[in-house]
């Protein structure tokens, strides 16, 4: 690989023909981290949609709203990477954008009632930004993206006209849209022009890798303090005894492991597996990685709190199922993206983590048949059990070749 030195004196050329210099190492920016404080309020709003109502057709419908929402913001995560919000017009653009995704947050808990086209409006908003902002980089390639972004945009929109399976299917369809657009955006310029695939690749993985996994490693710490907000939503008014104190810890412990699962061990080695892919292939592992293997870890983290917000009242008392489950569910969907994020970026070992997946969904029979603090405790325990066996027997290793894209 390049020096960052090599890098700053020989400029890649983007796909509109211009030159960007590769900014090796920056840092990521005040604009970012504020544009993703806006962004996890659609988190806040979903764990509060759930916890109205802790049924899995409501699980399924935050993890729809999330998964499609998510896409847009990784296409931002992945924008400023590439180009810095460094100037005014670019900072306009950013936070117009935030304001698009305020309006989605906002419409969220009427997504599938009478908020669904606002919701959709606001979703268009935040494709167009993206879609303007892509200008900047890759000129008119930015076809390959914004046409079927906004087509999904548009298929959200038309579902809010719409109830029950016909409003489901067009929120699909919106998924589907989406999928295939890193296909679109990978092999539509070749057809078009005959560019040749690799150098499509190469343009497509020039990203700076420090500034890439530091944005979303703060992603995530802004979403764990939704866990620890809900702490205090689920105490509420409720008297201050040492019982509330102790389930509060316990929610707070759990959520510290959660944290220790992943900035401990797996953001380090995530940089250093980036940096030692090669450009052309590390566009797909930047898909896997953080996007497919990161949905389950925010979500898990969304369940996670509603279930918290649902318990801390109840904490001596049998759970209903949904609590249960929320909180057994949450961790061990966290703990399924984790495993598949060190799985694609060949972070060993994954096999204490993978066993801790079902253990911790158990715990919820815990909750249903003793008591909340009684599964909050075999949860704490499970993660401390966990990270104290790999660092006992397994310590941590990336992979001594450059990962391989998972397709």
């Known amino acids: 690989m390049n020096t960052a030195a090599d890098r700053t004196e020989h400029p890649a050329a983007n796909t509109a023909g211009h030159t960007a210099v590769d900014e090796a190492g920056r840092r990521v920016s005040t604009l970012e981290l504020f544009f993703d404080l806006v962004f996890v309020f659609t988190l806040t709003q979903l764990t509060v949609l759930l916890a109205a109502d802790l049924s899995f057709a409501t699980a399924a419908r935050v993890a729809l709203i999330f998964v499609v929402l998510f896409w847009m913001y990784g296409a ?5 990477n590439q180009v810095p919000p460094d100037r005014p017009s670019r900072r306009l653009l950013l936070m117009l954008g935030m304001g698009a995704f305020l309006v989605c ?4 808990p009427r997504a599938f009632d009478d908020g669904g086209v606002v919701f959709g409006l606001g979703f268009l908003a935040v494709v167009l930004v993206h879609s303007a902002l892509y200008t900047r980089s890759h000129g008119r390639d930015v076809i390959w993206y914004a046409v079927p972004n906004s087509l999904a945009a548009l298929s959200v929109t038309a579902a809010g006209l719409f109830h029950g399976l016909v409003a489901d299917g067009l929120w699909l369809l919106a998924l589907v849209l989406q999928f295939v657009t890193p296909f679109i955006a990978e092999h539509g310029p070749r057809r078009r022009d005959g560019r040749d695939a690799a150098r499509l690749r190469t343009q497509l993985g020039a990203l700076d ?3 890439f996994v530091e944005r979303h490693g703060l992603l995530l710490i802004v979403a764990f303090g939704e866990s620890v907000i809900a702490i205090g939503i689920g ?5 201050l005894t040492a019982d509330l104190f102790g389930g509060a810890f316990l929610a707070l412990a759990l959520t510290a492991a959660l944290w220790w699962t992943y900035f401990v061990r797996d953001e380090h080695g995530a940089e250093v597996a980036f940096t030692a892919t090669a450009p052309d292939r590390r566009w797909r592992l930047a898909m896997n990685a953080y996007y ?3 949905l389950p870890m925010l979500l898990g983290i969304a369940y996670f709190a509603a279930g918290v917000k649902k318990t801390l009242g109840h904490l001596t008392e049998h759970l209903h199922t949904g609590p249960a489950l929320a909180l057994a569910g949450g961790v061990a969907l966290f703990l399924t993206g984790d ?3 060190r799985a694609v970026l060949r972070l060993f070992p994954v096999s ?6 079902p253990v911790a969904l158990a715990t919820a029979l815990l909750g249903i048949r003793l008591s909340a603090v009684v599964e909050l405790l075999a949860l704490v325990g499970v993660l401390v059990a966990m990270l104290g066996a790999e660092a006992r027997w397994s310590p941590c290793r990336p992979a001594a070749e450059s990962p391989a894209a998972v397709a």
């Open 105 to 108: 947050a906002l419409a969220i």
């Open 292 to 294: 497919y293997a990161f």
């Open 235 to 239: 105490i509420g008014h409720l008297p």
């Open 76 to 80: 931002y995560a992945y924008l400023t």
């Open 339 to 341: 495993v598949a994020f």
């Open 209 to 211: 890798p420090a500034h």
């Open 352 to 357: 204490y983590r993978a066993a801790a997946v």
